[in-house]
């Protein structure tokens, strides 16, 4: 019983300890209008070795967020063209190693 009640305590520790990264706009499936200055909204906890975000559109360059405390967090996202998109925002350590922590999303642009 003292280890089950010790358990539920810890687990919601150990998700904290884990981070999380939620994109909050574009929403999954949405459709944005072409060149209207659509920004990408997330939340984020950085996982124990995290250090910073990088956002990649359509397999680009990423983009290099640095500043993800206090979120909710934006970015501008580049001039899209006519179609289907999709963002990854993948968490980095200082070194840029992915750490595996990420969140994608897919959506259009008429």
Same mark, same amino acid.
């Given at each position: 019983?003292?280890?089950?009640?010790?358990?539920?305590?810890?687990?919601?520790?150990?998700?904290? +300890? +884990?981070? !999380? %990264?939620? %994109?909050? &706009?574009?929403? #999954?499936? +949405?459709?944005? +209008?072409?060149?209207?200055? =659509?920004?990408? #909204?997330?939340?984020?906890?950085?996982?124990? &070795?995290?250090?910073?975000? *990088?956002?990649?559109?359509?397999?680009?360059?990423? %983009?290099? =967020?640095?500043?993800?405390?206090? $979120?909710? $967090?934006?970015? =501008?996202?580049?001039?899209?063209? &006519?179609?289907? *998109?999709?963002? @990854?925002?993948? #968490?980095?350590?200082?070194? *840029?190693?992915?750490?595996?922590?990420? !969140?994608?999303?897919? @959506?259009?642009?008429?």
């Amino acid at each position: 019983m003292k280890a089950a009640l010790a358990l539920a305590l810890l687990i919601p520790q150990l998700a904290l +300890a +884990a981070g !999380s %990264i939620t %994109i909050l &706009s574009p929403k #999954e499936g +949405a459709t944005l +209008a072409s060149g209207s200055g =659509d920004k990408l #909204e997330y939340n984020v906890t950085l996982g124990p &070795s995290g250090n910073h975000l *990088h956002v990649y559109v359509d397999n680009q360059d990423p %983009i290099v =967020d640095r500043n993800v405390s206090g $979120c909710p $967090c934006s970015i =501008d996202l580049p001039d899209l063209a &006519s179609g289907k *998109h999709v963002i @990854f925002v993948k #968490e980095a350590t200082a070194g *840029h190693v992915l750490t595996g922590l990420q !969140s994608k999303v897919t @959506f259009s642009v008429k």
